[in-house]
């Protein structure tokens, strides 16, 4: 079971794990052994996260996430499928984690007075400017 917080926990069953040949460094044993995980999650279909973590997960990783609906996480880091099967669900929990923060409300805010009078002081010494470079109509 994969606990990202008190209030959110996933079921292993939810999980689909597939493994394949790692690149990198890893000498003979590299072109032998299946090292890197790789982790499917039908997020769109589960129950174990609330509705509105779940929709700030989809639009966050919605470059991960298939037509299906499932959320693709791969990690090759180590040399070991557990170590690796350890680090996708520990970048999951990440990634669930900073859906379930709650984005600050903003507060709209008026610009000051000073602010105001300060543009429209520079827009009066720029048109000013610019006027200056007009030559002379011939009168």
Not at 4 to 30: K, L, T, Y
Not at 82 to 95: I, P, V, Y
Not at 125 to 131: D, I, L, M, N, Y
């Amino acid at each position: 079971m994969l606990e990202v917080s008190s209030e959110i926990r996933i079921a292993d069953e939810e999980f689909q794990w597939s493994f394949a040949r790692s690149g990198g460094p890893g000498g003979q044993n590299v072109n032998k052994v299946a090292s890197k995980a790789i982790l499917h999650w039908p997020v769109a279909s589960t129950s174990a996260l609330p509705e509105p973590v779940k929709q700030r997960f989809i639009a966050f990783q919605r470059k991960r996430i298939t037509k299906e609906g499932e959320v693709v996480i791969n990690s090759q880091r180590f040399r070991d499928q557990e170590r690796n099967r350890l680090d996708c669900l520990e970048k999951l929990r990440e990634m669930i984690l900073q859906a379930a923060v709650l984005p600050k409300k903003r507060k709209p805010t008026k610009p000051s007075r000073r602010s105001r009078m300060n543009r429209l002081q520079d827009k009066r010494q720029r048109s000013g400017v610019k006027a200056l470079r007009k030559t002379p109509s011939g009168e």
